[in-house]
C-alpha cells in the first residue's frame, strides 16, 4: 500500500525538535532516530541524522544535514484544537523561543511555522454570509485564536 509522509528538513537540532514536538503534540511518538551510514553529499557517513516519528496520528520523516532551504509559509503544520485550554498551551510550547504572526501562525525556535487553530473555526466560518464575515473579521485581529471572541463574533456580539 502505498503511503504518504510530510518529510522536515532541519539544519541542527533535528533529534531536539523532534523529541520537543513528540512530547509537545497529543497522540505523538518518536519510532527511531539512525545516521546515514553512507558518505552522502552532505557529509561523511553517520554525519546525517534521519528520524521517523508520528505527530497527532500523522507519519513524518526528518534529516538533519545542514543548511539547505530554511523551512517557510510554504509549508506549515496545522492542529486543530477542541478547547482554549489546548491553544494556549500548545502556542505557548510550540512558540517559545520563536515568534508568533497573526491569525493563529506561530514559527517555532527551529523555524517551522506551525497555526494553532480551534477545530470551532470551520464551523463558524461555513455560516451564513454575514456571519462568517464577522467571524472572519475577528480573525484577522487576533495573533493567538481566542474561541469566545470567534463565537461572540459569530452571535453579532463583538466590537
Known amino acids: 500500500?502505498?503511503?504518504?509522509k510530510q518529510h522536515l528538513w532541519f539544519a541542527k537540532d533535528m533529534e531536539a525538535a523532534v523529541r520537543f514536538y513528540?512530547?509537545?503534540?497529543?497522540?505523538?511518538?518518536?519510532a527511531w532516530i539512525s545516521p546515514l551510514p553512507a558518505d552522502n553529499p552532505s557529509g561523511p557517513a553517520g554525519s546525517v541524522r534521519l528520524a521517523g516519528f508520528t505527530l497527532g496520528g500523522q507519519d513524518y520523516m526528518?534529516?538533519?544535514?545542514?543548511?539547505?532551504?530554511?523551512?517557510?509559509?510554504?509549508f506549515s503544520i496545522i492542529?486543530?484544537?477542541?478547547?482554549?485550554?489546548?491553544?494556549?498551551?500548545?502556542?505557548d510550547a510550540?512558540?517559545?523561543?520563536?515568534?508568533v504572526e497573526q491569525c493563529?501562525?506561530?514559527?517555532?525556535?527551529w523555524g517551522l511555522s506551525w497555526q494553532i487553530v480551534p477545530k470551532?473555526?470551520?464551523?463558524?466560518?461555513q455560516g451564513d454570509p454575514a456571519q462568517s464575515q464577522r467571524v472572519?473579521?475577528?480573525?484577522?485581529?487576533?495573533?493567538?485564536?481566542?474561541?469566545?471572541?470567534l463565537e461572540a463574533a459569530a452571535a453579532g456580539n463583538a466590537g
Open 120 to 125: 470551532r473555526l470551520g464551523e463558524l466560518m
Open 136 to 149: 472572519a473579521q475577528a480573525m484577522l485581529k487576533m495573533v493567538k485564536f481566542d474561541i469566545a471572541g
Open 1 to 4: 500500500m502505498t503511503s504518504v
Open 79 to 91: 492542529v486543530e484544537c477542541d478547547d482554549q485550554a489546548e491553544i494556549d498551551r500548545l502556542w
Open 62 to 74: 526528518a534529516i538533519e544535514a545542514g543548511p539547505q532551504e530554511p523551512f517557510n509559509h510554504s
Open 22 to 30: 513528540t512530547s509537545t503534540i497529543p497522540n505523538s511518538s518518536l
Open 104 to 109: 493563529g501562525w506561530l514559527r517555532d525556535r
Open 94 to 99: 510550540l512558540s517559545a523561543g520563536g515568534a
